[in-house]
């Protein structure tokens, strides 16, 4: 009997046994297999080749490189201090830092990313084992610094972070790829293990409108009226006239995307982002409304004092004077706040804010950039007593440095304003083209805009402007001064923060050549320091004079024939 109970119990235990393994063998086969795949299956994200990004001539501003990322196997390194002391020079990474990375618990820590070619092969001439290369793309800038704030430039994923990378991170970056392979329980490679590529699909390509080298002579103005002025910034535009086209877009100081530092204020491209009061340069638009509305012709007769009284403020001109009598021509040669307010007493405050509207001033430009401000310009049934006086010359209004050059442009233009383009056209990836529609709306009259071109010539060849002048060439322009409101300023005498102070924002905004104009360029020089250097007509002008000159060579105008 106790034999026979001990064979039921063996024979209980093997039908068990057995049962387990048939179970395990034939019911879970496929799903025990299935997770052993994927626990040695791993999948690494293949990055796409971004998008090449264009000057107007086809140079290369932004591309794609092929780069190599070293990683480790930590489960592969017998000596972790060992394989970090060889690599800690080439990599330029403190010893102890890699080798806590080599004794981590996983199978895969990346040890640098992106090395240029020569960088690796140093790093693979050791030989070393658990470590591994892996090819990625790197976003690297030829030009250096060139249209910086434009570009802006990508983080480490090439995920655009700042300018035109980031504003049109969906067409450049195209789709990423897999890489699955098969690795055995220490994390190796298994040789005849699963291995599959699923290619990246490349980014479109864009082309801008920037003049490679009209932007590098732009640049180069740029610092060196900095420097000339002791400003703290400066920024210089430069449209074509005809297409609202951006040939050049710089700012000083700038940065280099390929090593973009902890800066972040040099990273914005303060053209499209930042505001200031225009000042004198906004005298252009009323004076063009009240002749447009035939309130005013150029030789109209205003006796002008220097100072007026309108309401609770008192205006004056930048100079004393005796009164005297100017025409409207010479009101805007002289830059007379004075002469602009008595022309504005007639004007009104509804058409003064409609051609501020129509101007494109207090909204967005269309220009398609990030961080762009829309300025502000209050409606006219919101103005104090006292407040269409001060934004006849330029007050109580803000406004980018684009906004104002493109108000330039429009009168050069024959009075129809444009919406300004950076990004031409984006190539796909098959060839095709597509390009952007441009809004644009008819602020002046023909006659006007050509009796404008002819006042803001006047300007420069005998009134305010006379450093804008160009050899060779008839130009036009208005300079600006203009107080900076300091939001914590207290005024002497107020109880509450907001005054203006000391410092300006000098101007110039011109056109050339006045006969046949061809382009509009602005030159915005923010708080000059240096004595004798702090007015529109001596800090910005001669740049002005010095880039529309370059520009006009380059493309080939013929100089005036006088």
């Not at 007379?336 to 101007?359: A, D, K």
Request: aromatic share 8%; proline share 5%; hydrophobic share 40%.
């Amino acid at each position: 009997m106790r034999l026979f109970l001990v064979g039921a119990l063996f024979l209980a235990a093997w039908l068990t046994i057995g049962a387990k393994l048939v179970f395990v063998q034939g019911v879970q086969a496929q799903t025990l297999e299935d997770q052993a795949l994927d626990q040695r299956l791993r999948t690494v994200t293949l990055e796409a080749e971004r998008g090449t990004i264009f000057d107007r001539d086809g140079r290369e501003l932004a591309l794609t490189i092929e780069a190599t990322s070293v990683y480790a196997n930590p489960r592969e390194i017998a000596d972790p201090a060992l394989t970090a002391s060889a690599l800690s020079g080439l990599l330029g990474r403190p010893v102890g830092e890699i080798q806590a990375d080599l004794e981590r618990d996983t199978g895969f820590v990346y040890l640098a990313r992106k090395l240029l070619h020569g960088e690796a092969e140093a790093i693979r001439a050791l030989e070393l084992d658990g470590v591994h290369f892996l090819p990625e793309p790197k976003r690297v800038y030829p030009s250096g610094d060139l249209a910086a704030q434009v570009l802006g430039f990508v983080g480490i994923d090439n995920d655009g972070l700042e300018g035109i990378e980031q504003m049109y991170e969906d067409v450049l970056t195209g789709e990423p790829g897999q890489l699955i392979f098969e690795r055995s329980g220490r994390g190796r490679v298994i040789p005849q293990g699963e291995y599959e590529v699923q290619e990246a699909v490349r980014g479109q390509d864009l082309t801008l409108t920037i003049d490679g080298e009209l932007q590098f002579f732009a640049q180069q103005e740029a610092q060196g009226t900095l420097e000339e002025t002791g400003a703290t910034a400066v920024h210089i535009v430069v449209l074509d006239v005809t297409t609202s086209e951006v040939l050049a877009m710089a700012s000083a100081p700038t940065f280099d995307p390929n090593h973009i530092g902890g800066d972040a204020e040099l990273f914005r491209n303060r053209v499209v982002t930042d505001t200031f009061e225009p000042g004198s340069t906004q005298k252009l638009i009323t004076i063009a409304a009240a002749i447009e509305e035939g309130i005013v012709t150029p030789d109209r007769i205003f006796e002008v004092p220097d100072r007026i009284e309108v309401f609770d403020r008192e205006y004056f001109d930048f100079t004393e004077h005796d009164t005297v009598d100017l025409t409207v021509a010479d009101i805007v040669a002289r830059s007379s706040n004075v002469g602009t307010i008595l022309v504005w007493q007639e004007l009104g405050n509804p058409l003064l804010y409609r051609y501020l509207q129509g101007f494109g001033l207090g909204t967005y430009s269309g220009i398609n950039f990030p961080g762009e401000a829309p300025g502000l310009v209050r409606p006219a049934e919101e103005w104090c007593d006292s407040c269409g006086a001060s934004t006849a010359i330029g007050y109580r209004v803000a406004v980018t440095p684009l906004q104002m050059t493109a108000v330039f442009a429009a009168v050069g233009n024959d009075g129809v304003w444009i919406q300004p383009q950076v990004v031409n056209s984006i190539v796909e990836t098959d060839g095709s083209i597509t390009e952007f529609d441009q809004q644009r709306q008819r602020v002046l009259s023909v006659e006007t805009a050509q009796i404008m071109q002819d006042m803001l010539a006047g300007v420069v060849e005998g009134g305010t402007g006379q450093y804008a002048q160009v050899d060779g060439y008839r130009v036009g322009g208005k300079t600006g001064t203009t107080e900076k409101f300091e939001p914590d300023l207290v005024c002497p005498g107020a109880e509450s923060p907001g005054c203006y102070g000391d410092d300006v924002v000098a101007s110039f905004i011109g056109i050339g050549p006045s006969d046949d104009p061809r382009l509009a360029i602005g030159v915005f020089v923010d708080s000059p320091s240096v004595p004798k250097k702090r007015t529109g007509g001596v800090a910005a002008a001669p740049a002005f004079s010095r880039v529309m000159r370059f520009a006009l060579h380059q493309m080939g105008v013929p100089p005036d024939v006088r």
